[in-house]
């Protein structure tokens, strides 16, 4: 039984007296064993509560509980720790003091849980620490309000284990950042649970899936062969692995019923919840496309340029021979043979530099000329040569030039100061051919040559590989004139 005593300040003298009569029955029934405590009730304070029977029933109350719970004196003693709390901090079963208590919590939760009791003196307070117990991580809601024990004043202290609520909204955050990284990933990301159904997909999927593939199997929605793995693995294979543990990395992938997107990288990693348990996996597919075409036309290129380079070697070792075999000296060998091949290079230098796409006529010239004409530009005329032609007329059209070239400064033009070149493109509509005709003339008397030398085989010969292509040279008395033919399939169509 319980009876509750009022602030008499304000009552009438009547009222009094029933207030008396109310407490002379309390005071007997204490007496008497029928009440076990006290209530007293002051709008300015609040109620306070007083047990009366040695505070058995209060402690009762406190093992009742499902919280744990403590009892504190105004010094901050512990006074009763109830069962729920022993268990929840793992502190002994018996002769539990504030010790205790304290060595459950490391400094920052001790430090909180003092500032806590401090301040609920004054009223009610809570706070949220984290722990350790029996090395699991626990969060607790500590809360401290006054209490009356008796004729002892302290404080109530209980603590609410709230670690799934922590864990689940930890969790759903996580939940939360996960959709946003997936969400903005450029590469195409699927969610897939531990029997391979995906539960999610970024908008980068739709390249690889046309259909929604949220609660169908991976292996079903995005059929996928693995070229590379000899048909050993395959994509449920994969994913077996990483809901396994295992991730997978790097592995090229086909998606032939794929809408856009065919060619991928795949990846697989684990999805874990806390720090073991894997509940599915994570799949990452990343475009080769770029990739594959990149590799397309660097085997191109490669086959190119092993074509190329076999019949640079061929041409070099032509040069070689035909050069050897013209020239009564070594000295003058290495000078003819030097120059051709200085020749070859710059042609394939200036198409180097272009990546061997197509090319102009004047680069050509000008790069074979230069080492000619540099102190004598003021003889050397050019007109229409930027009409672009492909690598195998510009390689042909460069020795031709420098043959010319060579024997304009020996024996033509180029070898007296009144000399003349004049270079000169032109086509007529009819033809299958593009004209380059070279003019000399100031130049000493031309005579036709007693016997035909290996530079007057390179321009005959250099661009006959074609029916339209080809030169004539005419030893003209005034000068040397020399008709250039570059067929027209090596012409370049602006």
Not at 34 to 57: K, M
Not at 229 to 240: K, P, S, W
Request: one cysteine or more; proline letters at 3%; charged letters at 25%.
């Amino acid at each position: 039984m319980a009876t509750e005593l009022s602030d008499y300040s304000e009552l009438g003298a009547e009222e009094l007296r029933r207030r008396l009569e109310e407490a002379e029955e309390t005071l007997r029934a204490i007496r008497e064993g029928e009440v076990d405590a006290l209530i007293v009730r002051n709008p300015r304070s609040g109620d306070e509560v007083f047990t009366l029977e040695g505070d058995a029933s209060y402690y009762a109350f406190m093992e009742a509980m499902d919280l744990g719970a403590a009892a504190f004196d105004e010094a901050n003693r512990l006074l009763y720790a109830n069962k729920a709390l022993r268990e929840l901090l793992r502190l002994p079963d018996d002769e539990v003091d504030a010790s205790h208590l304290s060595n459950a919590l490391d400094e920052e939760a001790r430090l909180r849980v003092s500032t806590l009791m401090r301040d609920a003196r004054i009223a009610k307070q809570n706070t949220e620490i984290q722990v350790s117990a029996g090395g699991e991580e626990l969060y607790l809601l500590v809360t401290a309000a006054p209490l009356h024990v008796g004729a002892v004043k302290g404080l109530a202290v209980t603590f609410t284990d709230i670690t799934a609520k922590v864990r689940a909204a930890a969790a759903e955050a996580s939940e939360r950042a996960a959709h946003s990284i997936i969400a903005s990933a450029n590469e195409a990301v699927v969610v897939c649970d531990a029997d391979g159904v995906i539960t999610h997909a970024n908008a980068a999927v739709s390249a690889i899936c046309a259909e929604n593939p949220i609660g169908r199997a991976f292996a079903d929605v995005i059929p996928l062969t693995l070229p590379e793995t000899t048909g050993l693995l395959q994509a449920r294979d994969i994913i077996a692995l990483a809901v396994a543990g295992t991730s997978v990395q790097g592995i090229e992938a086909l998606a032939p019923e794929a809408p856009r997107v065919r060619d991928l990288l795949l990846s697989a990693a684990p999805l874990r919840v806390g720090s073991d348990k894997v509940i599915g996996c994570v799949i990452t597919m990343v475009d080769l496309s770029q990739r594959k075409a990149a590799e397309k036309q660097q085997l191109l290129l490669m086959g190119e340029l092993d074509h190329r380079v076999k019949n640079t070697l061929a041409l070099v070792l032509s040069i070689s021979k035909r050069t050897s075999s013209t020239e009564d000296t070594v000295q003058g060998f290495q000078t003819a043979f030097s120059g051709r091949i200085q020749a070859l290079a710059a042609t394939h230098n200036l198409l180097a530099d272009r990546s061997w796409a197509s090319i102009s006529i004047a680069e050509v010239v000008n790069a074979e000329l230069d080492p000619f004409v540099t102190r004598a530009l003021s003889r050397l005329t050019v007109d229409g040569l930027d009409v672009q032609i492909m690598p195998r007329a510009a390689i042909a059209l460069g020795l031709v030039i420098h043959e010319l070239a060579t024997n304009a400064v020996k024996y033509g033009a180029l070898s007296r100061d009144t000399g003349h070149v004049e270079v000169v493109v032109g086509r007529k509509p009819e033809d299958a051919f593009l004209t380059v005709d070279w003019v000399e003339s100031g130049g000493p008397t031309v005579s036709q040559p007693t016997r035909r030398g290996f530079g007057q085989t390179v321009i005959t010969r250099s661009l006959q590989y074609s029916q339209n292509g080809g030169a004539e040279i005419d030893y003209h008395p005034q000068g040397v004139r020399c008709r250039i033919r570059i067929p027209e399939e090596d012409l370049v169509r602006g």
